[in-house]
Every structure is written in C-alpha cells, then in structure tokens.
C-alpha cells in the first residue's frame, strides 16, 4: 500500500513537472487565442443558433465602444485638470493674465479633438446607452471650460455656448449634445475652483475681486437651491457648494469687519489659518 501512494504521488510529480509553467502557457495560449478573430464554420448552424451569434456580435461592438468611450473620457478628465491647475496661476501673478489664458485656450484644443472622437464613436448611436461612459470627462471639461469663461469674461458659461464651441471646433461638423444633468454638475464643481481664487486672490491683496466672485458663488447656489432635478448627484454637490460659500464668506468678513483693526499682512495670514482649518 504505501509503495503504491509512493508511486502514485511520484506520477503526478512528474506530470506537474512536465505541466509546470508549460500547461500555464498553454492554457495562457488558448485563452489568448479565444479572443483572437478565427473564421467558424457557421454552415451547420441552427436558426437559433445564427441568431445568437448575431447577438453575441452586437454585444461585442457595444463592449467595445464603451471601452473606447471610457479610454477617451479619462484623457478627457486628465487633460481637463491640467487646465485648471493652469488657471489658478491667473489671479496671483501680475502682468501675466493674458499669456496664461492663451496657454488655457490652446491646452483646450486638443480636449475639443478628443470630444470630436466621441462623436464619431457615438454617431448612428442612442447617446443615454453611452452617457456614463463619458460623462466624468464630460463635468472635468465643463469645470475647466466654465472656470476660464468666468476668469475672461466674469459670468457663467452657458449650456448652449459651450455646446457652439464644441461644434465650431469639430472638424467633421458634428454637434455633441451636453446633458442638463452633467451641465449642472460642472458648474457646481466649478465654485470650488472659485472658492480657492478667492483665497489666491486674499494672499496677494485683491479684495474686489474676492468680494465680486463671492457673490457670483452666491447667485450660482441660490439658483441650484430652487432646483428640482431628479439626480442624487446634485444634492451631495449643493453640500459642497455650501461650504465653499462658507469659506468665501468667512474670508470677506474678516477683510469688512477686522480689515480696519489689523495690518492687511495679517489679515491674510489669518484667512490663510481659517482656510486651513477648515480644509482639515
């Protein structure tokens, strides 16, 4: 008996050593030959059978092009965050305003090829199938967009302008279509950013500029208070929103009401502190 257990665990020893990492790769091979494009003998095929594969087809092309959607709306997302960080430069280095929005405005051309490529992709398709795929990218560059609208032109960028300016700049003439939804999302992302111009702003001493862009953030939360939209989103937004509001509203208080009792170098140091903490 135990010459036989001695044999039996020696047998399969040797196929695992035989196996080893060579079954691995052959298993490794097959697999990768299962994803492989291979010609099928479809001529015994039952109805059913064909119709299946019609299926399996389709669902293969829909897999696919959710994959590229998302591939894209990530570099649209990566893209997006670099014009912003960009943006920040703006309000606290003088005499350089106009080079930096220039730099904005062409780190946007490559984002507008990107959404362009979207709607190739989309194009003869049901756009709300694919939505999700795209939309993080989507609210990334209506952040980014709205953020340098309001740093140019000091008002809010509309839904209908920014879908223009995706138009004018798609070579092939095809129009992409901003839902409502991921629109109000960008622009309640984008008083964050305001949040922390007002904070540059304080730091180097532009005390309009902070006390305009606070009642901007305002009008802009007061407006999304009296929405009615059905999207669990916008509430978790409208809580952001009213902290940032905070903030920018502790810092103009501390400018109106001590702005008279303290030098302004410690005015700034202390909405630096209460930033801070508050960040915490």
């Given at each position: 008996?135990?010459?036989?257990?001695?044999?039996?665990?020696?047998?399969?020893?040797?196929?695992?050593?035989?196996?080893?990492?060579?079954?691995?790769?052959?298993?490794?091979?097959?697999?990768?030959?299962?994803?492989?494009?291979?010609?099928?003998?479809?001529?015994?095929?039952?109805?059913?059978?064909?119709?299946?594969?019609?299926?399996?087809?389709?669902?293969?092309?829909?897999?696919?092009?959710?994959?590229?959607?998302?591939?894209?709306?990530?570099?649209?997302?990566?893209?997006?965050?670099?014009?912003?960080?960009?943006?920040?430069?703006?309000?606290?280095?003088?005499?350089?305003?106009?080079?930096?929005?220039?730099?904005?405005?062409?780190?946007?051309?490559?984002?507008?090829?990107?959404?362009?490529?979207?709607?190739?992709?989309?194009?003869?398709?049901?756009?709300?199938?694919?939505?999700?795929?795209?939309?993080?990218?989507?609210?990334?560059?209506?952040?980014?967009?709205t953020f340098l609208y309001y740093l140019e032109a000091e008002t809010l960028l509309s839904k209908e302008k920014a879908e223009e300016d995706l138009l004018r700049a798609n070579s092939k003439g095809l129009s992409f279509k901003i839902d409502m939804t991921d629109y109000l999302l960008g622009v309640a992302d984008l008083t964050g950013e305001l949040m922390r111009v007002c904070i540059n702003c304080v730091a180097v001493g532009k005390e309009n500029r902070v006390q305009k862009t606070s009642g901007f953030i305002r009008d802009i939360y007061d407006v999304f208070c009296r929405l009615k939209v059905d999207d669990r989103e916008i509430p978790k937004k409208l809580e952001v929103m009213k902290a940032s509001l905070q903030k920018v509203e502790q810092v103009c208080f501390n400018m109106a009401l001590r702005g008279s009792e303290y030098p302004k170098e410690m005015i700034m140091a202390m909405n630096q502190d209460q930033y801070q903490e508050m960040e915490e």
């Open positions: 008996m135990k010459r036989f257990m001695d044999d039996s665990n020696h047998n399969q020893r040797s196929n695992r050593g035989r196996g080893g990492r060579g079954g691995y790769n052959n298993q490794r091979g097959g697999y990768q030959n299962r994803n492989e494009a291979r010609e099928v003998d479809t001529s015994k095929d039952t109805p059913m059978l064909t119709q299946f594969r019609a299926f399996s087809k389709v669902l293969d092309e829909n897999n696919d092009r959710r994959e590229r959607l998302v591939k894209i709306s990530r570099d649209i997302t990566i893209a997006s965050k670099r014009i912003i960080f960009l943006l920040h430069r703006l309000p606290v280095e003088e005499g350089n305003e106009e080079e930096i929005l220039r730099e904005a405005k062409e780190a946007l051309v490559p984002v507008h090829l990107l959404f362009e490529n979207i709607t190739v992709e989309l194009e003869g398709q049901e756009y709300y199938k694919y939505q999700r795929a795209f939309s993080p990218g989507l609210q990334e560059y209506l952040e980014a967009a």
